[in-house]
């Protein structure tokens, strides 16, 4: 599936020194319910080899919450840089009751991504939400100007 995002800036190439995490970076950020803090995400990125980084969001509610609710996500994605493109994007989900595991596999030499078995075709440059996360990131972001992404 093909998605646009406006985001009203000017896209830039992707090389090393627009790249404002560096080799490794973690953020941390404390979910709250009104002014009451119940759970923590992070999101990490990590090179891994000359052309691709690692990306992992994790979201977690804290000991006292589990017993309501608990929540324990992770949000895993391998971005290639060099081929502007996601290579493999995986959610493990657990919200209350409900769990939810799901992998897609990219094979940049077909353009194919594959979902338990079933497979579609994706453009050449086709990123997961996480890595178009750090694709915006890397840009020289200009107002006025648009970003156009291919989401799957």
Known sequence: MRIFFLFL???ASLNAENFPFGNKEKLVYKIKWGFIS???ATLEIEKISSTTYK???RTKSYPFFDHFYKV???VTSIWDIEKKRSLFYEKNLRQGKRKVFSQIRIDP???IATR???EWKVTENALDVLSALYYVRCQNLKASKEIMIDVY
């Open 9 to 11: 800036f000017f896209i």
């Open 38 to 40: 119940c759970g923590e």
């Open 55 to 57: 990306i992992v969001s």
């Open 72 to 74: 324990r996500n992770t």
């Open 109 to 111: 030499q077909k353009n």
């Open 116 to 118: 338990k078995g079933k």
